[in-house]
């Protein structure tokens, strides 16, 4: 996931014409769904579209049928079905799919305490990513409204792959990388947290404290908010040395 991009035997080929590209983006958002045209029109030219939008719509989604026609394949994935239009993708065919499979199979594998398994779910989910979503086209609402939501997944799976890391020990190898999350995201107290608790297991109690100051500082500063409960809650463990923060599971 990333830039839009169509994958075609071993090479990937894109879009050229903008509006086109954001036609193709929000059938694929919407992929197995009937998008009508009256949206279509909405998402490329927004509460005024010219005169002949809709013949504009027809003829961008002949060009696009061409640009997805695949050897040997008669029928387009493209399919006019009233009031408008439907790209029909089989299994595995959109990374987005194969995205929320592995976030679904991760988070079992989580809650079963399979967490060297779970690792590997997520990582492989993050993977997928090829940098940030359908750049250039969030002028289109429902494009916008999905990159938000695709964003908001993303940091929700490398929370919990960070979980399952700090499940089986790995508190050292995750301190760099939380730093790095926490500067790049310094609203997100699950990073915050997870930082603390990777420092504290990594003999490095001042600087979990330290963390959390630093938390702290942010969220009052930007915000005028005190921190969550669940960092206030580690922040207190930490100080009375609880030895319950250092629980891991075997690897």
């Keep these: 996931m990333g830039p839009l991009r169509v994958q075609g035997g071993q090479h990937g080929t894109t879009v050229s014409a903008h509006k086109m590209e954001i036609l193709l983006a929000v059938l694929l958002i919407r992929s197995g769904q009937v998008v009508p045209i009256s949206q279509l029109m909405h998402e490329v030219w927004g509460e005024h579209p010219p005169q002949r939008a809709k013949a504009a719509v027809h003829v961008y989604i002949s060009q696009l049928r061409r640009f997805l026609a695949r050897p040997g394949v008669a029928e387009s994935p493209i399919v006019t079905k009233a009031p408008g239009y439907l790209l029909d993708v089989g299994p595995g065919e959109i990374d987005l799919a194969l995205f929320r499979d592995r976030m679904r199979t991760g988070r079992a594998?989580?809650?079963?305490?399979?967490?060297?398994?779970?690792?590997r779910t997520f990582e492989a989910a993050l993977r997928l990513?090829?940098?940030?979503?359908?750049?250039?086209?969030?002028?289109?609402?429902?494009?916008?409204?999905?990159?938000?939501?695709?964003?908001?997944a993303r940091l929700e799976c490398v929370e919990l792959m960070v979980e399952a890391n700090l499940a089986l020990g790995r508190h050292r190898d995750m301190v760099g990388f939380l730093f790095q999350q926490v500067a790049e995201h310094p609203f997100r107290e699950a990073f915050h947290r997870q930082l603390m608790l990777a420092l504290y297991r990594s003999e490095r109690q001042a600087d979990a404290l330290k963390a959390y100051a630093a938390a702290r500082h942010t969220l009052n500063?930007?915000?005028?908010?005190?921190?969550?409960?669940?960092?206030?809650?580690?922040?207190?463990a930490i100080l009375a040395a609880d030895d319950r923060l250092y629980h891991t599971v075997a690897a």
């Design 109 to 119: 594998q989580l809650a079963a305490a399979r967490h060297a398994e779970a690792v």
């Design 129 to 152: 990513w090829r940098g940030p979503a359908l750049v250039g086209l969030r002028e289109s609402p429902a494009i916008n409204t999905f990159v938000i939501w695709l964003e908001e």
């Design 221 to 236: 500063r930007e915000l005028g908010l005190e921190p969550c409960r669940a960092l206030r809650d580690l922040h207190r």
